[in-house]
T-cell receptor, first 113, second 114 residues
Framework: GAVVSQHPSRVICKSGTSVKIECRSLDFQATTMFWYRQFPKQSLMLMATSNEGSKATYEQGVEKDKFLINHASLTLSTLTVTSAHPEDSSFYIC?????????FGSGTQLSVL | GDSVTQMEGPVTLSEEAFLTINCTYTATGYPSLFWYVQYPGEGLQLLLKATKADDKGSNKGFEATYRKETTSFHLEKGSVQVSDSAVYFCALSPQGSGYSTLTFGKGTMLLVSP
């Protein structure tokens, strides 16, 4: 079964609203979680890396005030897309690592109208 | 910077056909190379990996050989099944970095018909 649970799998929201995506590691303690974004027919692009209890490290070009990442525990990380706009519509994927292995969530399709 | 190029899909095959999905990379030194598979509605799963030149990764009938001279890591399977229909991602991580920095290709969709 899945070892990383990502919710919701699909969300549609109005422009200007905020959306929270959750990523939970089910069977292990994730010291590090990663958030990716994928556009159609494009690679997964790493957005940020978060370690439990510390601030996330964002990749160049990713707005940290728009994509808020919280990694408050060893089993939960959240990505909040604040004041979402249509250009934020994309597929977001999380992954969790305990240094030995890496597991991916099933992704969240965000559509901003 | 590092990059991964894989063939565009979809790749459409009949059951029991031979599969090749090409993957080439650009990186310094000896990166680790991976193939991930994403079945419909599920997360990416590690299919196989190789960490040094000439290593062959294998799993579930799939194989890929780390070719330093051609900077390639092509995925092959001798006889595909309908259940192999999925999206396949080639990826690399820089030498010594483990999973901390994965660079992915764009993914190749495989469709296998009965």
């Amino acid at each position: 079964g899945a070892v990383v649970s990502q919710h919701p799998s699909r969300v549609i929201c109005k422009s200007g609203t905020s959306v929270k995506i959750e990523c939970r590691s089910l069977d292990f303690q994730a010291t590090t979680m990663f958030w990716y974004r994928q556009f159609p027919k494009q690679s997964l692009m790493l957005m940020a890396t978060s370690n439990e209890g510390s601030k996330a490290t964002y990749e160049q070009g990713v707005e940290k005030d728009k994509f808020l990442i919280n990694h408050a525990s060893l089993t939960l990380s959240t990505l909040t897309v604040t004041s979402a706009h249509p250009e934020d519509s994309s597929f977001y994927i999380c992954s969790a690592s305990n240094r030995e292995k890496l597991f991916f969530g099933s992704g969240t399709q965000l559509s901003v109208l | 910077g590092d990059s991964v190029t894989q063939m565009e899909g979809p790749v459409t095959l009949s059951e029991e056909a031979f599969l090749t999905i090409n993957c080439t990379y650009t990186a310094t030194g000896y990166p680790s190379l991976f193939w991930y598979v994403q079945y419909p509605g599920e997360g990416l799963q590690l299919l196989l990996k190789a960490t040094k030149a000439d290593d062959k990764g294998s799993n579930k009938g799939f194989e890929a050989t780390y070719r330093k001279e051609t900077t390639s890591f092509h995925l092959e399977k001798g006889s595909v099944q309908v259940s192999d229909s999925a999206v396949y991602f080639c990826a690399l991580s820089p030498q010594g970095s483990g999973y901390s920095t994965l660079t992915f290709g764009k993914g190749t969709m495989l469709l296998v018909s009965p």
